[in-house]
């Protein structure tokens, strides 16, 4: 019988950077793979910070930025063999989260978004019975990546936490003790490649250049996981 895989990716990228060689890994294994992503909704007009975080990535102001990305998520999926499903919840610059420090400092008190993503994620959960499910490890403290850490793992499930890339990079003083390593082939780190280069937008935020990012790619023959 088919097994399913479904990733729960905060961003239209989390799962991909993060996680891709494994998903690309178990797609040519003849897993079903699923990635889902959380924060994907429109605004028609963003303002303040919300703007800014799509005028940084070099941007005009009157595009449809999410369906941009949610085009690019389309053709990451398709890299690495994997469906995708977009949930239309607003990503935190859309919720109160002012300012870049904003993101990484916490949830907000009254960001009740847990209350929509919560049952959004259980019926995707229902619906796709997953034999397995990734999320994130919520490395660097990104308020979308902890909230969806913590609805996962209320859910509980047979569930695995990535380790959330680039930021687990940088987050050197925050190291964990993965519980499982998946080591990746040239054929699933191609793919990887190939889908991490679909988030044209995101890449030289991220990572400066394509070219950058894919030397970055190529020097990780593993991927990490945490079991809760
Ligand atoms: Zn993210």
């Known amino acids: 019988m088919t097994r399913t895989l479904l990733a729960v990716s905060p961003h239209l990228d989390d799962a991909i950077f993060s996680a891709g060689g494994?998903?690309?890994?178990?797609?040519?294994?003849?897993?079903?793979?699923?990635?889902?992503?959380?924060?994907?909704?429109?605004?028609?007009?963003?303002?303040?910070?919300?703007?800014?975080?799509?005028?940084?990535?070099?941007?005009?102001?009157?595009?449809?930025?999410?369906?941009?990305?949610?085009?690019?998520?389309?053709?990451?999926?398709?890299?690495?063999?994997?469906?995708?499903?977009?949930?239309p919840f607003l990503e935190a610059p859309h919720r109160g989260y002012d300012s870049?420090?904003?993101?990484?400092?916490?949830?907000?008190?009254?960001?009740?978004i847990a209350s929509g993503l919560a049952p959004a994620l259980e019926a995707l959960i229902a619906a796709e019975n997953p034999d397995r499910i990734f999320g994130p490890m919520a490395i660097g403290s990104h308020a979308d990546h902890l909230v969806v850490r913590s609805v996962l793992e209320a859910i509980g499930g047979k569930l695995s936490l990535w380790q959330d890339w680039p930021?687990?990079?940088?987050?050197?003083?925050?190291?964990?003790?993965?519980?499982?390593?998946?080591?990746?082939?040239?054929?699933?780190i191609g793919a990887k490649i190939s889908a991490c280069q679909a988030y044209a937008t995101q890449i030289g935020f991220q990572f400066g250049s394509p070219q950058a990012m894919t030397d970055r790619i190529r020097r990780m023959d593993e991927e990490h996981f945490l079991t809760p």
């Open 100 to 112: 870049a420090a904003a993101l990484f400092a916490g949830r907000l008190p009254d960001d009740d």
């Open 167 to 188: 930021y687990a990079d940088r987050a050197s003083s925050t190291r964990i003790v993965p519980t499982e390593t998946v080591r990746l082939d040239a054929s699933a």
């Open 22 to 87: 494994t998903l690309a890994l178990r797609a040519r294994q003849g897993w079903r793979v699923l990635v889902a992503t959380c924060f994907t909704g429109n605004v028609a007009q963003p303002t303040g910070f919300a703007l800014a975080c799509q005028l940084d990535k070099r941007l005009p102001p009157d595009i449809d930025y999410m369906a941009l990305r949610r085009a690019e998520d389309f053709a990451a999926c398709q890299a690495i063999g994997a469906g995708f499903v977009h949930l």
